[in-house]
């Protein structure tokens, strides 16, 4: 299946998600916290309740989950992951390394993944064996093979050591040639495009990951957890160019390629 209808539809949804983000963004808007201390903003609720307004219409039978609480459930064996804004942080600092961010799993497989920037409007997207896209442009990883000639990306140092321990973390911010953060969703972006070999996570939910897992697939990246699955429900994951796949499961202590 090459899922084009969902691809086109969920396209155009993060456009319009994105248009109404940046009615917010330029102007001052108040934000409250969440029980984990991350900050939430009105565009966050309003982004998510379009989202998923307009998903349920084009595929009602589909499922709905999304990070402001957004839950619907699925009579298709499909569902829909929503971060309306991935990156409130950023969003409220003015800095423009946020996104919108739609995926599409069915059953436990992610078939499609949308990262939208739309202050920058660029935006990255994937779909199972169509390839990944920044624009209009096919991108693929990098072909960076030994370490000291690596970009390491790095989404949160505080919670990269807390699930990866902190020796091999700073093993690895010794030993590769730059380290870099543009915030999760705009490092998976510079991946994607060979513009950085490995992006570190130690702490991110099924909506941060979803697109992430379908953009790494289709861009030619390994993305893996701890325990040497792919899954998108770990709490953490790395991804990171094949060269590089036998020496960072090493230094992270997870055993070879093949075990």
């Not at 896209?133 to 030994?146: F, G, H, K, P, Q």
């Not at 998108?232 to 997870?254: D, S, T, Y």
Request: aromatic content about 10%; glycine content about 8%.
């Amino acid at each position: 299946m090459d899922y084009q209808h969902e691809s086109e539809t969920a396209l155009r949804i993060a456009r319009r998600a994105g248009e109404l983000a940046l009615q917010y963004f330029s102007q001052k808007t108040s934000t409250d916290e969440k029980e984990d201390l991350s900050p939430v903003t009105i565009a966050d609720r309003e982004c998510e309740m379009l989202v998923s307004r307009l998903l349920s219409e084009s595929f009602p039978e589909d499922g709905v989950i999304g990070e402001e609480g957004t839950f619907k459930t699925s009579t298709s064996g499909r569902r829909w992951l929503i971060d309306p804004i991935d990156g409130t942080r950023e969003f409220v600092r003015r800095s423009p390394f946020w996104s919108t961010m739609i995926a599409l799993q069915v059953s436990n497989h992610v078939a499609l993944g949308i990262i939208y920037f739309p202050y920058l409007n660029e935006m990255l997207y994937a779909a199972d064996g169509q390839g990944c896209y920044w624009n209009n442009s096919r991108t693929e990883v990098s072909d960076i093979s030994s370490l000291d000639k690596a970009i390491l990306l790095i989404n949160g140092f505080k919670s990269v050591w807390d699930a990866w321990t902190p020796e091999p973390v700073r093993y690895l911010t010794e030993n590769c040639w730059a380290v870099r953060s543009y915030g999760g969703c705009y490092d998976m972006l510079m991946l994607a495009r060979g513009k950085a070999d490995i992006w570190l996570s130690g702490s991110g939910k099924e909506w941060d990951y979803a697109p992430a897992r379908i953009v790494a697939q289709e861009c030619g990246a390994e993305f893996f957890t701890k325990d040497g699955t792919a899954r998108i429900n770990a709490n953490h994951c790395v991804i990171c160019v094949p060269g590089l796949e036998a020496i960072l499961r090493k230094i992270l202590n997870m055993g070879s390629v093949n075990e």
